[in-house]
């Protein structure tokens, strides 16, 4: 039975995204497949199944011939995968009917799916929702084909994932089926969408949630259920893995130590009785994520949620292992979800003579404050701009350009061919424009040239494992600066827009719609940023209150020669 549902879910979507009938919006196709399942399910070999497969496909007519069908491009650099038909364990007959269809596949505008804008990432349209709270067997296995499916055609990253995707269709078929609940459906949804290996397939949203999410910890980026199920209270504190260490890094509000009585750099190797290693290796399926350092960033917090009043710690703290009841509380008693108002940017005096250094955090940056900067930094000796977190304003473009004296190429997309699902080419060069007027060339050229002063000292960029997309795509562009060093830690690894995937039960699954790369080629996905130079945080680097990371970037501006 999983070997047959297993074919029809590859079968329904291949026809969903080649067959012209279906491209046109002729016929609902997930009704298409709910009436089609119980005489499927009836079915005693595999001949009859593949007989049954046949008439089923063969309901919506002749296939009129195509004459602007194009075969795959030679220098494609993702081909669609038949491998499922070529070497799939059915009747010569039913191959061939596959093999018609995809040579006089659908063209043009397609009832199920569109790009957002020229050279964009997928939107998938006319999608039901199917809202109710726990779907029935029908709805959660159509939740499976759509997604796999989807997967399987329209994800840039197919070819990254740890385990082969062909194979992850079987293996989910009876945990999706076999579900009881919806925590398990929405569990089920939620691992599934970890064999991506793709930390934007973490978003898991109730339909009425925005559309547009981002990328930090706190944001209650999951369901109800599951929202529930990891706790609504939490630990007073901030924590992140420090040299593998569950580690206090802060407090929401400083006048709850006192009453918590962890200092800050001490770190917590148990939570009710279980070892923090132990606790990780249990739930991590249920984090998506590019590579550990993303997936560990977003498992700290939830480390020390509960939905209980307090929850019991065994801590280290200076060497001395100590053990408490902690208290926990509600996300609006720590403040987590207020905006950090604070200015973007900053002066960093280094000697009497008044010279300095530019600092500039990108997660309060505002559009308005572009010019500013500027004109107060041209001076600096050298510009530190953190990128620890989730820039405020988009500023590839308009701060880039001030860190190059010429057009320079930084980066480069993978689409799919929507006449071709399955098929990626590469776009042309994204470019930084330099600031000479005039100079404005094709569509992929970006910037405000009028301005002939662009800056001339060191740009150092920090990263580490809270940047994550918009900041990774935002560092590629500085890092195309004249004369930039990027320091810090393996950044997240999921870049290019968000695309989402409606899903029964009222949900919307993420991925990365698009491939993001160097102009050489060289990847992002999974890998992350590179850092010139690592640098990391230590355990005693916290307790001295040290940003290790900002003094590296100093020192590199100061030695960087004579003024």
Known sequence: MITNLELLGKTWGFLKYHHPEVGKGKYDWDDEL???????????????????????????????????????????????????????NMSAGLKEKIKEIYQNRHQGNHYYIKKAYYDGNPEFLNEQAYSTSFPDKNLRLLALYRYWNIIQYFFPYKYLTDKKWDEVLREYIPIFINAKTALEYQLAVLQLAGETNDTHARFLLEANEKDLVRGTRYAPLRTNEIDSLRGTKYAPFLVRFIENKLTVTDYFKPKLKETAGLEIGDFITHVNGKKIEYIIDSIKSY?????????????????????NNSIHIVYNSSGTIKQKELTMYERSDLNMDEPNSKLSYDSIMIDKDSMFIGYITLETIKETEISHIK???????????DIRNYPATFVPFALGEFFTSKRKPFAKFTTSNLNNPGEFNFSRNVSILNNNPGNRGSLYDFGNPGSEKYFQGKLVVIVNEETISQAEYTAMAFRAGDNTVIIGSQTQGADGNVSLIPLPGGLKAGISGIGVYYPDGRGTQRIGIVPDIEVKPTIQGIREGRDELLEKAIEIIKNEGAW
């Open 287 to 307: 984090y998506p994520a590019s590579n550990e350092a993303a997936r560990m960033y977003y498992m700290a917090t939830d480390l020390v949620r509960s939905n």
């Open 34 to 88: 709910f009436q089609f399942l119980p005489e499927y399910m009836n079915v005693n070999n595999t001949r009859q199944r593949d007989k049954s497969l046949l008439r089923w496909i063969e309901n919506y007519g002749e296939l009129p011939e195509c004459t602007t069908c194009k075969e795959t491009a030679a220098d494609a650099y993702q081909k669609p995968d038949f491998s499922w038909v070529e070497n799939g």
């Open 375 to 385: 004109k107060s930094f041209i001076n600096a000796k050298g510009i530190i701009i």
